[in-house]
């Protein structure tokens, strides 16, 4: 959909892209259109055309003024007195722990972030969307100036919705100076969980806004970390590992599991695919490729998928504590899941951190390995891993579905069963009986590592966990004495969604 309204080409690219609130739909529309590089401060909170003008002018001393935030609902909701008292916000952060120690260091990380772009010469797109209101276009105005007071070579986009009309999708640019642009967008649906319109017209609509801007930003992480790749040798050392015995088919996974099972065995089994971001950002080679920030972006975009929040600083002691204890499980696993060289090639967009991911794991010579899809195939090959664990004295189950483990107990007849409950990832809506995956970092996962304990030597555990904590938790088990297999989503499928 074109704007309507008056315009101008606007020739020269962007280098910078921040978004200045004033909801999540900011940070998402940015992130959907691949411009998002970096968190600024006001992505993912609840903010207002008023509250960026009072940071902008107290260069956020107010908001990062730590000791005057207060929780109001979850452990993730806080308020600020100042902005709620004169701006009327009940809630500013809404995804985010500032309780944990170190839980305030993204929003310092971004702030900071956001001074260095402003001191810089390079050109900046600040984009900001909120609901329209009679005092829309001055408080453009206000910020306009603020922003002037700060850097040279900025461009303004607001975006102002307007209540939906239903059969009358509107976008028209009311506005256009030398560093602003106004739109006005009236959907024809409503906004879906403060992130996207559920109508896809709207969504493209929205999109369009962006499209007579020219960007040339630096690449994203994962570019970066492909770039930094020799891709013909990568795929060809994969493609000679799984010409080797160490990769493993469905019944060779199956039989590997029940020799482990038979000699009571510490094993574990780790699902890695769905990690590989995660392994890069914490892995301390990745620093010779990406620089902090383009680390900290890599950690955050699977974080969010996660546990729906900010992940910490990459050099937090939460984080680090995390990291190592990921990377002692992946060092100490029997058998690794890592993609097949023809799923690398597939990949363009990971290929560069599930090239790391390979390239580090698959120089251990005391590791068996098999492709992603192992465990869904030892399931075809064996219908719920029935003939392993029937008639087992005890079955362990480190998920979120407990109804799925009881019939599973029950179906395999095991009498000692033992669930240890965990949150599903944020993507998927919290169950009436489940945990909220908001939150559950670090307190709920520190509890789940000391709720952790294997009854006897060989004592079997299925988990499935978000992002890391699959593997980290295995790793406990197997330290302990246990056999843990990572069936990861799997346990959906089991459970029938």
């Known amino acids: 959909m074109a704007l309507s309204g008056p315009g101008a080409a606007d020739a020269e690219p962007f280098r910078h892209v921040v978004g200045l609130g004033s909801g999540c739909w900011t940070a998402q529309l940015l992130k959907d259109l691949d411009l998002r590089r970096a968190g600024g401060p006001f992505d993912w909170i609840f903010s207002s055309p008023r509250m960026v003008q009072h940071c902008l002018r107290d260069d956020f001393a107010t908001f990062l003024d730590e000791r005057a935030y207060?929780?109001?609902?979850?452990?993730?909701?806080?308020t600020h007195p100042v902005f709620r008292d004169a701006y009327g916000l009940g809630v500013v952060v809404n995804h985010h722990d500032l309780a944990q120690p170190g839980g305030f260091g993204p929003f310092r990380r971004a702030v900071d972030?956001?001074?260095?772009?402003?001191?810089?010469?390079?050109?900046?797109?600040?984009?900001?969307?909120?609901?329209?209101?009679?005092?829309?276009?001055?408080?453009?105005?206000?910020i306009v100036a603020l922003l002037r007071e700060r850097t040279?070579?900025?461009?303004?986009?607001?975006?102002?919705?307007?209540?939906?009309?239903?059969?009358?999708?509107?976008?028209?640019?009311?506005?256009c100076t030398i560093d602003l642009d106004e739109v006005v967008l009236r959907p024809e649906g409503i906004m879906r969980d403060g992130l996207r319109f559920e109508r896809a017209t709207d969504n493209e609509a929205l999109r369009s806004t962006m499209q007579d801007y020219r960007f040339e930003l630096s690449p994203p992480p994962m570019a970066l970390l492909s770039a930094a790749v020799d891709r013909p040798r990568l795929l060809s050392e994969a493609a000679a590992l799984e010409g080797t015995f160490r990769w493993l088919d469905a019944q060779q996974g199956l039989d590997a599991v029940s020799a482990a099972i038979a000699r009571a065995s510490p094993f574990s089994l780790l699902?890695?695919?769905?990690?590989?971001?995660?392994?890069?950002?914490?892995?301390?080679?990745?620093?010779?490729?990406?620089?902090?920030?383009q680390r900290q972006a890599l950690l955050d975009e699977s974080w969010?998928?996660?546990?729906?929040?900010?992940?910490?600083?990459?050099?937090?002691?939460?984080?680090?504590?995390?990291?190592?204890?990921?990377?002692?499980?992946?060092?100490?696993?029997?058998?690794?899941?890592?993609?097949?060289?023809?799923?690398?090639?597939?990949?363009?967009?990971r290929f560069g951190a599930l090239a790391r991911l390979h390239a580090s794991v698959r120089t251990r010579t005391d590791a068996l390995f098999g492709p992603p899809s192992l465990l869904p195939a030892m399931h075809e090959t064996l219908p719920y891993l029935r003939t392993?664990?029937?008639?087992?004295?005890?079955?362990?189950?480190v998920g979120a579905h407990p109804a799925m483990f009881r019939k599973l107990s029950h179906f395999c007849g095991v009498h000692d069963a033992r669930f240890v409950p965990v949150p599903r990832e944020a993507a998927f809506p919290v169950a009436e009986d489940g945990i909220d995956p908001r939150g559950f970092m670090p307190d709920g996962h520190r509890a789940t590592l000391d709720a952790?304990?294997?009854?006897?030597?060989?004592?079997?555990?299925?988990?499935?966990a978000p992002g890391p904590l699959g593997a980290v938790y295995a790793g406990r088990i197997k330290s302990q004495g246990g056999i843990a297999i990572e069936i990861g989503s799997l346990a959906a499928r089991w459970a029938g969604g």
């Open 271 to 293: 699902l890695l695919d769905p990690v590989a971001g995660f392994a890069a950002a914490i892995d301390p080679g990745v620093r010779r490729v990406l620089d902090p920030a």
């Open 388 to 397: 392993l664990l029937a008639g087992l004295p005890f079955l362990g189950f």
């Open 70 to 78: 207060g929780r109001v609902g979850s452990p993730q909701q806080w």
């Open 304 to 349: 969010r998928i996660w546990f729906d929040g900010q992940a910490p600083d990459t050099d937090d002691p939460v984080l680090r504590a995390l990291g190592e204890a990921f990377s002692s499980a992946v060092q100490e696993a029997d058998i690794l899941c890592i993609p097949a060289a023809a799923e690398l090639a597939g990949d363009p967009a």
């Open 113 to 142: 972030r956001l001074r260095t772009v402003l001191a810089g010469d390079a050109r900046t797109l600040f984009v900001a969307i909120t609901p329209l209101k009679p005092d829309w276009s001055a408080d453009n105005d206000a």
């Open 152 to 175: 040279r070579r900025f461009r303004f986009l607001s975006i102002a919705l307007d209540e939906p009309a239903p059969g009358g999708l509107v976008l028209e640019r009311r506005r």
């Open 452 to 464: 952790l304990s294997v009854p006897y030597p060989g004592a079997v555990f299925l988990v499935s």
